[in-house]
Nanobody, 120 residues
Framework: QVQLVESGGGLVQPGGSLRLSCAAS????????MGWYRQAPGKQRELVAA???????VYADSVKGRFTISRDNAKNTVYLQMNSLKLEDTAVYYC??????????????WGQGTQVTVSS
């Protein structure tokens, strides 16, 4: 099965930057997309950014212009560069991978999450 491991979270002041990484391992037949979700305490989990197999990207309006998603196919890794961080960006960030297996069965995998705290 596929395992996703996030890293790069931590404590940062408002206006600062962090870069999250998500490394995928295991047998993957085909990656349709990878992305990042986040969930703040008491709030619903929301999509932050996603990158499709063809290279197109999608961003939540709240992070547009501040966050950038990218990938390194050779390392099976996706990144989220977060700039100009705001207090409301505080959340647990989850990496996700959408896959089709050898029988075209769709699967979604989730990482364990990494904490991002924006505070002065």
């Amino acid at each position: 099965q596929v395992q996703l491991v996030e890293s790069g979270g931590g404590l940062v002041q408002p206006g600062g930057s962090l870069r999250l990484s998500c490394a995928a391992s295991g047998s993957i037949f085909r990656i349709n997309a990878m992305g990042w979700y986040r969930q703040a305490p008491g709030k619903q989990r929301e999509l932050v950014a996603a990158i499709i197999s063809g290279g197109s990207t999608v961003y939540a309006d709240s992070v547009k212009g501040r966050f950038t998603i990218s990938r390194d196919n050779a390392k099976n890794t996706v990144y989220l560069q977060m700039n100009s961080l705001k207090l409301e960006d505080t959340a647990v960030y989850y990496c996700t991978l959408d896959e089709l297996d050898s029988t075209s069965y769709p699967r979604t995998y989730w990482g364990q999450g990494t904490q991002v705290t924006v505070s002065s």
